[in-house]
């Protein structure tokens, strides 16, 4: 069956549904945040990554690997609660020199203290940074001109960081 949809006049402005709100709002976060970025800020390699669940992490985890990056990562991160948050925290570590938290701005996000907490049993150093701004500043005032600042979780943590490194 073919449907047909009426040609709208351009003034006006179909109703749209509070899910489609947060569907439009979740592809223009997207649209603006690549799935990977790396750039570079006060002569710091930054990567942005958008692996924001378990099998994410653990595929970003495994291409740094394999890639054999010998230099420092600073790691900043934030993610929410409907993810497996612990062991991508415990991934995250394996890597990382130091663990930086920090929480999305988002209803559902894990609290930056919960992630600190997580991180600081593994063999890290660790910061909790509950905004995002601020967790930001910290990684670039750490890092050595060698060093690699990781920032990765939720794709509202990567929006956030973009805007704070006014990149």
Excluded: W
């Amino acid at each position: 069956m073919k449907r047909i949809v009426p040609e709208l006049d351009h003034d006006v402005k179909p109703a749209v549904s509070h899910e489609e709100d947060r569907i439009n709002e979740l592809e223009r976060k997207l649209n603006k945040v690549k799935k990977t970025e790396r750039k570079r800020k006060d002569n710091k390699t930054v990567i942005l990554d958008g692996a924001h669940n378990l099998c994410g992490v653990t595929a970003l985890i495994n291409s740094i690997i394999d890639m054999k990056i010998d230099k420092k990562i600073i790691a900043v991160t934030g993610m929410l609660r409907d993810k497996q948050y612990e062991k991508c925290v415990k991934k995250i570590c394996t890597i990382a020199k130091t663990f930086i938290s920090t929480t999305p701005n988002n209803q559902r996000s894990v609290g930056s203290t919960e992630l600190f907490n997580i991180a600081e049993k593994c063999d890290v150093q660790a910061f909790d940074c509950p905004e995002i701004e601020e967790a930001v500043k910290k990684s670039l005032e750490i890092a050595e001109d060698d060093d690699i600042i990781l920032i990765c979780g939720s794709l509202y943590l990567l929006g956030d960081a973009k805007k704070s490194l006014n990149i």
